[in-house]
């Protein structure tokens, strides 16, 4: 009896976080809408700005003329893709409260448990998959990647996308409206993209934005897919000096931002 028991009680859950992933995974596929604007900004972006630096911004590392802006700025370009999309993936829940859908889970015998686990997995699943594809254009900004090293970014952009979908859920489960969620990611977490390294160099910048970037939690991400995709970059413009710390302070904050959702959540009793 006691094993039919826990089979049930598994089903309860499981079953729901899976079909809600599938449901975020659903929406995301038929809105090309969602699908160009979450793809086309970071490229656009990276295009533009690139091109605009490459003529004058050089990083040592990768040669003895180092690295253009183009190749330097592509890192975070990824990053700021699977920013983008995690923000996307996470807006729908202020609709979902407001249609119902939301108080509908959370009286199922699935509850809470469910609705975090879909939801975070199915927007990260989503943000993670961008993040691949923009991935596969390294060369095209003059970065050698080989399979190894694309598993490897491969498994630091799901650690991000877990993370930044996880800190959005947080958020939009607080805000009440879109106007006012986008209000917040802007403030917070777009200036905390630009503060991680992502467009310029930590080394030689101002003490006070090192400090900042110690404490921003981007900054651990970006660097570590940079040691990935860059090692001598790197080595010489990253503010670590090995991969192992910004890899483990990235693992530890994905854990903390699942962590803080899930007491969002469940202390909303509404």
Not at 45 to 50: A, H, K, N, R, S
Not at 186 to 212: C, D, E, K, Y
Request: with cysteine; aromatic share 12%.
């Amino acid at each position: 009896m006691r094993i039919v028991h826990n089979r049930s009680v598994t089903g309860t859950w499981l079953a729901p976080i899976g079909a809600l992933w599938w449901r975020e995974i659903l929406h995301f596929v038929r809105r090309p809408s969602r699908i160009a604007s979450a793809v086309g900004s970071p490229l656009l972006f990276w295009w533009l700005l690139g091109s605009g630096f490459a003529g004058s911004f050089r990083v040592p590392g990768g040669g003895a003329e180092g690295v253009d802006f183009l190749s330097y700025f592509f890192p975070g370009t990824v990053v700021l893709l699977v920013l983008f999309a995690a923000i996307f993936s996470t807006i729908s829940v202020i609709e979902e409260r407001r249609t119902g859908f939301l108080q509908g889970i959370r009286v199922a015998p699935s509850g809470s448990r469910a609705l975090i686990g879909g939801k975070v997995l199915g927007g990260a699943s989503v943000a993670w998959l961008q993040g691949l594809v923009l991935l596969l254009l390294a060369p095209w900004a003059g970065i050698e990647v080989g399979v190894d090293g694309f598993l490897a970014a491969a498994g630091i952009l799901a650690l991000l996308a877990v993370a930044l979908t996880a800190v959005g859920l947080a958020c939009a489960w607080r805000v009440r409206s879109t106007q006012g969620f986008h209000g917040v990611m802007n403030l917070v977490l777009v200036p905390a993209w630009m503060l991680s390294g992502a467009i310029f160099p930590l080394q030689g910048s101002a003490p006070w934005i090192r400090t900042i970037a110690w404490a921003d939690p981007l900054t651990y991400g970006v660097s570590a897919l940079r040691w990935v995709l860059q090692p001598e970059v790197a080595r010489t413009a990253g503010p670590f000096q090995e991969i192992l710390w910004p890899l483990s302070v990235t693992a530890v904050l994905t854990v903390a931002a699942f962590g803080l959702v899930w007491l969002t959540v469940r202390r909303d009793r509404e």
